[in-house]
């Protein structure tokens, strides 16, 4: 079956400081790969995503790349920022006729002033 | 746009009683819903799957006589959890997809608190 390991949180940062946070997957066929980001009392939106092997999703500074040779989807910032500061789900879909999510168990980040 | 909203943002009823989730697709069609529960500092976990017009499919593990979904239209799913108690407080969320193959992209609502005390 499919299956998202992420990084065991929480990860505290300081304000500019570098992020990665890592996830590699499990699953059959060619996935989509996603981020995901959930503030502080709201529901989830979509960081970013890679729909095929190479391909590098970006956002608000965020990039990610779909390695498949690692079956990897790790999530990097140069320089983060205090408004970051919320969990990060890593998820893959494998499409079909009833698409559906698998998700990571999440990294809450938190960045410090 | 893809709006998904879900109603209430959160709930608190006794023991026993039902309570009934909306979410809703504001400015797209959505064959596809899927109803999603978290536990506190854990993952969300899928529930089931609603399909417009059709029974829902659930996952393993989930009572389906406990946790009532009905998809009526192309852009209303519901859930209701029944007879609720204590241990089914959580944090639910719904997604939706838009109609079409090629819509790849599941948009979340913002969730909804359930307390049961």
């Known amino acids: 079956g499919n299956s998202v390991t992420q990084m065991e949180g929480p990860v505290t940062l300081s304000e500019e400081a570098f992020l990665t946070i890592n996830c590699t997957y499990t699953?059959?066929?060619?996935?989509?790969l996603f981020w995901y980001v959930q503030y502080p009392g709201e529901g989830l939106q979509l960081l970013l995503k890679?729909?095929?092997?190479?391909d590098k999703g970006s956002n608000k500074g965020f990039e990610a790349t779909y390695r498949k040779e690692t079956t990897s989807f790790h999530l990097e910032k140069g320089s983060v920022q205090v408004s970051d500061s919320a969990v990060y789900f890593c998820?893959?879909?494998?499409?079909?006729?009833?698409?559906?999510?698998?998700f990571g168990k999440g990294t809450l980040l938190t960045v410090n002033p | 746009g893809a709006v998904v909203s879900q109603h209430p943002s959160w709930v608190i009823c006794k023991s026993g009683t039902s309570v009934k989730i909306e979410c809703r697709s504001l400015?797209?069609?959505?064959?596809?819903m899927f109803w999603y529960r978290q536990f506190p500092k854990q993952s969300l976990m899928l529930m089931a799957t609603?399909?417009?017009?059709?029974?829902?499919?659930?996952e393993q593990g989930v009572e389906k006589d406990k946790f009532l979904i009905n998809h009526a239209s192309l852009t209303l799913s519901t859930l209701t959890v029944t007879s609720a108690h204590p241990e089914d407080s959580s944090f639910y969320i719904c997604?939706?997809?838009?109609?079409?193959?090629?819509?790849?992209?599941?948009?979340f609502g913002q969730g909804t608190r359930l307390t049961v005390v």
């Open positions: 997604s939706a997809r838009k109609t079409g193959r090629e819509n790849t992209e599941a948009f």
């Open positions: 699953a059959t066929g060619y996935p989509s």
């Open positions: 890679a729909t095929k092997a190479d």
């Open positions: 998820a893959l879909s494998s499409g079909g006729s009833n698409y559906k999510l698998t």
């Open positions: 400015d797209f069609q959505a064959t596809t």
């Open positions: 609603s399909n417009e017009g059709s029974k829902a499919t659930y």
